[in-house]
């Protein structure tokens, strides 16, 4: 079982990234996938999720309107694109798998966890 997240990196302010996580080992429709982030001195926290097989989908307030989860089941890959980046974004990103498919935003809900994508957001 593991998860790979990749895509992060260094964007302007008003600009756009797309964060994959793909995974080993899992069907995504069984699962809540989560994306989470951590900025420097701040503790993690829940960013969006996505999760059953109707593939409902949650967002933190900070990202709703700007940030979008999917899941492509085929490639087992899990994104967050993510428009309208704001210096707040910066952050490394994780993606983490939760076993069940109900909803979670917490980390201590997610069993499984990719190594993280740094994004960088400057003004």
């Known amino acids: 079982v593991q998860l790979q997240a990749s895509g992060g990196g260094l964007v302007q302010v008003g600009g756009s990234l797309r964060l994959s996580c793909a995974a080993s080992g899992f069907t995504l429709v069984r699962y809540t996938w989560g994306w989470f982030r951590q900025a420097p001195g701040k503790e993690r926290e829940w960013v969006s999720y996505?999760?059953?097989?109707?593939?409902?989908?949650a967002y933190a307030d900070s990202v709703k309107g700007r940030f979008t989860i999917s899941g492509d089941n085929a490639k087992k890959t899990v994104y967050l694109q993510m428009h309208s980046l704001k210096p707040e974004d910066t952050a490394v990103y994780y993606c983490?798998?939760?076993?069940?498919?109900?909803?979670?935003?917490?980390?201590?809900?997610?069993?499984?966890w990719g190594q993280g994508t740094e994004v960088t957001v400057s003004s």
């Open positions: 996505i999760r059953g097989s109707g593939r409902t989908t």
């Open positions: 983490a798998v939760r076993l069940g498919s109900s909803a979670a935003t917490s980390a201590a809900d997610y069993a499984y």
